[in-house]
């Protein structure tokens, strides 16, 4: 494969391209609601009305909007529609036609969305620029997209230093949660002696509430097979992997096909672009436990063992999968490589805040109107967030608080929407960016009962390897327990903190570290809604 080629390969797949296109969101959101049907429906539609020579219809990634689907869009006029049936194909079809004789315009019963809503307006798509439009499970519409080409310019043009130099100067810090500078990761590995080296892509997306990365896999999975390309280039690795979890089927499927694809194509394997690199990626399927997302514990899984974090240092840069160094990325990190090579480090950093740089993917969900998979410069007002794109509490109703980071994170009221969403902010209130849930409470939500529910995944999901975790969280969730249930005294209240502040201070891991974070959060902001429920508080006040 040369770069000729895969301009081919871009030609002819635009020459292809019929006219009109119906766009059939095919990501596990719309999926569940029966895109599939839909997608089938508008073949059968477009061939019984005699327009397969003017119309096509394509399973493409995530439209975004995951509240209203099944969606689908149609190019070029950009016409969304939501909700959509398989009966309605027949008109959204014949309303393709042009308007007739008497100027008459065609009727169609389908509800027709808004693409200029704040939702998609206020966006910034980099990461996901191609969700919705490539179809994830055909190389050559990702390649037309100018897919791969990156990869081609970073292995012909650069040399690995200046790969690594470029992603350090775009300011590029990792998604998966810590926001560790992926540049400074890069060189680490690259320094490091030794013949074996890997790359691996941490897709285990743990947190409740969270579906950035399994979009992204299902909706360019090549996008992060190329990112992954890029930073064995660059490091010196020959093998990567790619740890998915197994709730993801859809995301496994399209990474299977992609990189069946790939190695047909001279992408992954030997020889890429005729070039001396040979790398080559395989999955491996985790089984759902939280904790194998901490790198460490993943690469305990990758090795056959049971997933359990182990003492750092040394890390993985150092000694990693099997000993040997390994560069270890979230997907989102990954898929935002192959724009940096392609754009460069400058047009990277002029994008967000000072020491966050670019865009960040979140997965929008809980008590607000549009929820689904929204893109933001690092800066954006959390309160353009919820209120804009979001468009606010359902049914009028006030927000009360926005929780980010998922079981590590925190809340954040509705006081203090103003914040500007990067990593430093968001830590200053007691939360974290984290991987990307973000969830919107309303005023029907109960404080308590939150932090409640994020310990009793944390103590579910800890591995009992360190004691303060495995019996802190149990400890703070039986305290939560009685003061939701009533039954608390402002003594157990103090015990509750005592014990926030050893499991953080003592855990091994990220995840007792940072377990108890909802709950100081919500000390922090909700007082009132603990005391309210202590005992004392229902004692009768004394007569004056
Ligand atoms: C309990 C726990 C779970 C984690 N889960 C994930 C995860 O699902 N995906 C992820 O990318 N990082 C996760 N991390 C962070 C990883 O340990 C690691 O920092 C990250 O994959 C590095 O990639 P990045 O530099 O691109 O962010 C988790 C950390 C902890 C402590
Ligand atoms: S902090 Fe929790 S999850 Fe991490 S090693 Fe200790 S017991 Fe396991």
Same mark, same amino acid.
């Given at each position: 494969m040369e770069l000729a080629e895969l301009r081919q390969i871009a030609e002819h797949e635009r020459r292809q391209r019929k006219p009109v296109s119906i766009r059939c969101c095919a990501a596990a959101g719309c999926v569940s609601s029966g895109s599939l049907a839909v997608k089938q429906a508008f073949d059968r539609e477009i061939a019984a009305q005699g327009l397969t020579d003017q119309v096509q219809a394509c399973s493409v990634g995530c439209l975004r909007l995951c509240c209203a689907g099944p969606l689908v869009q149609v190019d070029p006029s950009q016409v969304l529609y939501e909700e959509v049936k398989p009966e309605q194909a027949a008109s959204i079809v014949a309303s393709l036609l042009p308007a007739s004789s008497e100027g008459k315009e065609r009727s169609c019963s389908a509800q027709r969305g808004d693409p200029h809503r704040?939702?998609? +307006?206020?966006? /910034?798509?980099? $990461?996901l620029e191609n969700s919705g439009i490539v179809e994830p499970e055909r190389i050559e519409s990702y390649i037309a997209a100018g897919g791969y080409q990156a990869l081609n310019h970073a292995i012909g043009d650069l040399s690995p230093a200046e790969v690594i130099d470029t992603v350090t100067r775009s300011g590029l810090r990792g998604r998966g949660g810590a926001g560790f500078p992926t540049g400074v990761k890069w060189g680490l590995v690259a320094k490091m002696p030794g013949a074996s080296k890997y790359v691996v892509c941490n897709a285990d997306e743990g947190d409740p509430g969270a579906f950035m990365d399994r979009s992204v896999l299902e909706s360019d999975p090549h996008r992060v097979l190329e990112g992954m390309a890029i930073a064995a280039y660059a490091v010196g690795a020959a093998q990567g992997f790619i740890y998915v979890r197994g709730e993801y089927p859809l995301a496994i499927h399209r990474l299977e096909v992609a990189i069946k694809q790939a190695k047909k194509l001279g992408l992954s394997g030997a020889g890429i672009f005729d070039s001396p690199l040979n790398f080559r990626v395989d999955l491996r399927i985790g089984a759902g436990a939280f904790v194998c997302g901490e790198e460490t514990a993943l690469i305990e899984s990758i090795e056959g063992k049971r997933g359990m974090p182990q003492v750092r240092p040394p890390y993985p840069a150092e000694k990693g999968l099997w000993d040997c160094p390994t560069l270890i990325n979230n997907v989102e990190t990954f898929a935002n490589i192959p724009p940096i090579i392609n754009r460069g480090a400058d047009w990277f950093a002029g994008i967000g805040t000072a020491k966050s740089k670019g865009t960040k993917v979140f997965a929008l969900a809980g008590k607000i109107r549009y929820t689904g998979l929204i893109e933001v410069p690092m800066g954006m007002p959390l309160r353009t967030i919820v209120e804009d794109l979001g468009g606010g509490a359902p049914n009028g109703g006030a927000i009360k608080a926005v929780q980010t980071g998922g079981p590590s994170?925190?809340?954040?009221?509705?006081?203090? &929407?103003? +914040?500007?969403?990067?990593?430093?902010?968001?830590?200053?209130?007691?939360?974290? /960016?984290?991987?990307?849930?973000?969830? $919107?409470m309303d005023q029907t939500t109960n404080m308590v009962e939150v932090a409640k529910f994020f310990m009793e995944f944390c103590?579910?999901?800890?591995?009992?390897?360190?004691?303060? !975790?495995?019996?802190? @969280? $149990?400890?703070?969730?039986?305290?939560?327990?009685?003061?939701?249930?009533?039954?608390?005294? %402002?003594?157990?209240?103090? %015990? &509750?903190?005592?014990?926030?502040?050893?499991?953080?201070? @003592?855990?091994? !891991?990220g995840l007792g570290q940072s377990a108890p974070n909802p709950v100081v959060s919500t000390l922090r902001y909700f007082r009132q809604e603990y005391d309210q429920l202590l005992k004392k508080s229902r004692v009768a006040l004394p007569l004056r």
């Open positions: 704040p939702f998609f +307006t206020k966006q /910034m798509p980099i $990461v994170g925190g809340c954040i009221p509705a006081s203090l &929407l103003d +914040t500007p969403v990067d990593y430093e902010s968001l830590q200053a209130l007691g939360s974290i /960016m984290g991987s990307g849930g973000m969830i $919107v103590m579910d999901e800890s591995c009992g390897k360190c004691i303060p !975790c495995r019996a802190g @969280t $149990v400890q703070m969730y039986r305290l939560l327990s009685r003061i939701a249930a009533g039954d608390a005294s %402002q003594a157990e209240v103090s %015990q &509750l903190e005592a014990l926030c502040d050893m499991v953080k201070h @003592t855990s091994l !891991c």
